[in-house]
Structure formats: structure tokens, C-alpha cells
């Protein structure tokens, strides 16, 4: 378990702790119904109140000892801007068992970002928290999700029956749920 500040550098990117000066940057590109409507409580529209509210969140978690959560502003080398997010939920830590989420700004999709970034978050998890086990769930109807799911290399494990209704949509999803077990990371 690490409590304190983590940083996590990669090829393009740098990984930091969600910080007060990132809510205009939350606020517009969380207002996106392409995104809010594959993610599990977030209102649509997401006003600036829904971005305060989340990033004070976000700094009391960074705070707990021992921690339960780290949320990951994704930003872009040398430009401290947050343009996504990686979450890693430790929602059920006795059992070294972890869930991972994240989203990305739309101005940004496609450029292979979420994958460096979750690869970056898959070796912290296994090699620093030394986690046994990290799950992820995608909405079935989720193509972007369901294939870095695959291309990172997680196991799908099955279909979750109508196990998830978005805030902003209220519509009924399955999800398809993937895991990676630490004797299957290679790194
Ligand atoms: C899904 C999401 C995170 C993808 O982020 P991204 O940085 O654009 O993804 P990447 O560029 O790393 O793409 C990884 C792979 O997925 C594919 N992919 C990504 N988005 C896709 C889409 N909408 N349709 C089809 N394929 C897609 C890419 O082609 C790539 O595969 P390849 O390397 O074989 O070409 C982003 O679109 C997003 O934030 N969506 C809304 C919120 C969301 O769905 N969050 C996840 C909830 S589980």
C-alpha cells in the first residue's frame, strides 16, 4: 500500500493526482454525453458544481491512509492539463482485488492515449500496490472499452446482466467484465 503522492511518467504522458486548478478542464470535457453515457454516475449535463464536487473527492481519497483509491489525471508531457482519467478503485483490497475505469477527453480519442495510460496503471497496481487481481467492466455496447480490455491482454470472464444504468442516460446496459490475475502480468 502507498499512501503518499504518486506520479507516474510514460512515453507522452504524465500521470498525477487530480489537483483544484484541474476543474475547467473537467468541467468541459466531462460535459460530453459520449462520455457520461458509458460511465456510472456522472450527470448529464455535468455542471461545475458535479467537477467541484468530484475533484474534492478526489483530493480527501488522496488523503485517506490507508488508501482506497487513486484517480489519475491524465495529462500530456509538458502541458499540465488534465485531459482524462484512470481510476483504480481497491473496492475490495483484503482479497488484493482492484477495479480500473478511466475516460478521455473526445479531442483526444484514437491516439492510443487510454492504452499507454492504463498500461502505465496496470504495472503501479501489479508491481507497487502488489495487487493480485485488477477487473474492468465495459458497457457490451462499449467498442472503445471492450478493446483496450482485449489488447491490454485482460481476460473476459463474462456478460453481467443489466448490471449497470448511467445517471445521464438512465438506459439499461450489460456489462462485459475482464480481469487480470498477477501470474498472467508479464512485465
Ligand atoms: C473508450 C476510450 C477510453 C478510448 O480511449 P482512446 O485513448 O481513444 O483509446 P486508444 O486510442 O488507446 O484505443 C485502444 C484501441 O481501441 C480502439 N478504439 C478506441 N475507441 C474506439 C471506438 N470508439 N471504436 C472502435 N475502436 C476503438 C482503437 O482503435 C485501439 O485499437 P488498435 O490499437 O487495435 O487500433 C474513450 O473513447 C472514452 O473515454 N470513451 C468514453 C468513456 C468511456 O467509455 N470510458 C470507459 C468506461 S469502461
Redesign the pocket.
Known amino acids: 500500500m502507498i499512501n503518499s503522492t504518486v506520479i507516474i511518467k510514460t512515453k507522452r504522458l504524465i500521470l498525477r493526482e487530480v489537483k483544484k486548478s484541474d476543474l475547467n478542464d473537467l468541467f468541459n470535457d466531462m460535459n460530453?454525453i459520449?462520455?457520461?453515457?458509458?460511465?456510472l454516475g456522472i450527470p448529464f449535463p455535468f455542471k461545475k458544481s458535479d467537477a467541484n464536487q468530484w475533484i474534492n473527492h478526489c483530493i480527501k481519497s488522496s488523503k485517506k491512509v490507508p488508501r482506497e483509491e487513486y484517480v489519475f489525471a491524465i495529462t500530456v508531457r509538458n502541458e499540465d492539463k488534465l485531459i482524462?482519467e484512470v481510476i483504480l478503485n481497491e473496492n475490495d483490497f483484503d482479497n488484493k482485488s482492484v477495479e480500473l475505469?478511466?475516460?478521455?477527453?473526445?479531442s483526444?480519442?484514437?491516439?492510443?492515449?487510454?492504452?499507454?495510460?492504463?498500461e502505465s496503471v496496470m504495472d503501479f497496481a501489479f508491481n507497487k500496490l502488489k495487487i493480485n487481481r485488477l477487473e474492468?467492466?465495459?458497457?457490451v455496447e462499449?467498442?472503445?472499452?471492450?478493446?483496450?480490455a482485449k489488447?491490454l491482454g485482460f481476460k473476459y470472464e463474462g456478460r453481467k446482466r443489466e448490471a449497470s444504468i448511467p445517471e445521464s442516460t438512465k438506459k439499461v446496459h450489460d456489462d462485459n467484465l475482464y480481469s487480470m490475475l498477477r501470474r498472467e502480468y508479464r512485465k
Not at 484514437?110 to 499507454?116: A, F, L, M, R, S
Not at 474492468?136 to 458497457?139: C, K, N, P, R, V
Not at 462499449?142 to 483496450?148: K, R, T, W
Open positions: 460530453n459520449k462520455i457520461s453515457s458509458f460511465m482524462g475505469a478511466f475516460w478521455l477527453s473526445e483526444q480519442w484514437n491516439k492510443g492515449i487510454v492504452t499507454e495510460a492504463v474492468m467492466a465495459a458497457f462499449n467498442v472503445g472499452s471492450n478493446a483496450i489488447k
